[in-house]
């Protein structure tokens, strides 16, 4: 059984202990996290630097993240997609495939070749994988030649808790990094202090005729940070020729840097606390039992 307080989601175990793990917020912002096991309250303190932290479990993970337009008929395609695993950033552009099939099988292929086994979006349970899957559901993917299989499971929220991917020689699985650290990434960055932050770009600019667009601008109104446009202060530092591959290719690595930022700084702190790798559960409530 669970009840909310505030923003805090308390979970009550069996043994009648209370363990608690939810994000401290200040209206939409998260300020920090807070923990209680056996009555004993643990402030996770927001970090400057990873560095600080002594425990570091080794699990090897890479993080993921997709573009979209949204078509005619209110369908969303992928026009850009990016994974950064191994330190390493890799993006794939729709100009440069025949159609987002292949661009997905380019993708697949890539995670094939850093034999990485869990890539994480941060939403993906409701969004990046579910358009992955609609695609995957319409045309068949192959991988080198091969065909591929896939699979998901669909949580209580109505959301992908995962979708497992596999062909001959690779099997990954597709995990939602938001179901696990709650928070809008732009907020998770400032909590988590980590060195990336999110960038800004113009979505509602995007249509199949300016992908290759080069030119002044877009106008404001379609910079914005959740449904506000962004302030003429911050408008006055973008670019005043705007190249919209380069732009959206930087603004989506940066997406996947901090994200794995925020992750590797989590799974520390979790470690440093209970010694539990928080990266074996897919969910925060799976987590706060687990500890």
């Not at 005729?209 to 962004?230: M, S």
Request: net charge positive.
């Amino acid at each position: 059984m669970d009840k909310h307080v505030g923003f805090k989601r308390v979970y009550h175990v069996n043994d009648g202990i209370v363990k608690c793990f939810a994000p401290v917020m200040n209206d939409k912002n998260v300020d920090g996290f807070i923990i209680t096991d056996n009555y004993r309250i643990y402030k996770l303190p927001l970090m400057t630097s990873m560095d600080t932290l002594k425990e570091k479990p080794k699990s090897r993970y890479g993080t993921f993240d997709i573009e979209t337009y949204i078509g005619d008929k209110g369908e969303h395609h992928i026009y850009m997609l990016g994974v950064y695993v191994d330190s390493e950033y890799i993006s794939f552009y729709l100009s440069d495939y025949s159609d987002e099939s292949d661009m997905i099988s380019a993708f697949l292929y890539c995670v094939k070749k850093y034999k990485v086994k869990t890539l994480y979006a941060h939403n993906g349970g409701r969004y990046d994988s579910v358009v992955i899957a609609k695609i995957l559901s319409k045309k068949k993917v192959r991988v080198a030649g091969m065909p591929i299989e896939w699979q998901s499971n669909v949580s209580k929220e109505n959301a992908l808790d995962a979708m497992i991917i596999s062909g001959r020689g690779f099997r990954v699985v597709l995990k939602d990094s938001l179901r696990l650290i709650p928070g809008s990434l732009r907020s998770l960055c400032k909590a988590f202090g980590v060195p990336t932050s999110k960038g800004i770009f113009p979505h509602g600019f995007i249509t199949p005729k300016t992908l290759e667009y080069v030119g002044p601008c877009p106008d404001r109104e379609y910079f914005k940070i959740g449904e506000d446009a962004i302030s003429p202060s911050e408008y006055a530092t973008l670019p005043s020729v705007f190249d919209l591959r380069r732009q959206a290719i930087e603004y989506n690595k940066r997406d996947c840097i901090a994200l794995h930022e925020i992750m590797t700084l989590f799974q520390s702190m979790i470690y440093d606390l209970f010694q539990v790798n928080a990266l074996s559960f897919n969910t925060i409530a799976s987590l706060a039992y687990g500890c």
